[in-house]
């Protein structure tokens, strides 16, 4: 018998005033949660639309966040 381990992950994306939001892997997605939020914003099937949407909801103009793996 096996068992199935779920990596779950956690990156922080840092804009240019700090922590702008997070993105968290579960079995569901990536879901995206901006900093202050009190709910998440959505989650979404890749990363790569994880990032583009927390990106989307920062300040029009902002540049492209760091995004570190927790």
Do not use: C, N
Not at 21 to 34: H, L, P
């Amino acid at each position: 018998m096996s068992t199935t381990e779920t990596h779950h992950a956690l990156w922080v994306a840092y804009g240019a005033s700090g922590v702008v939001g997070t993105i968290r892997k579960s079995d569901e997605g990536y879901t995206v949660t901006m900093a202050g939020a009190d709910a998440a914003a959505g989650t979404y099937p890749t990363m790569e639309i994880a990032k583009g949407a927390l990106h989307s909801h920062m300040t029009p103009g902002s540049d492209w966040p760091q995004f570190r793996e927790h």
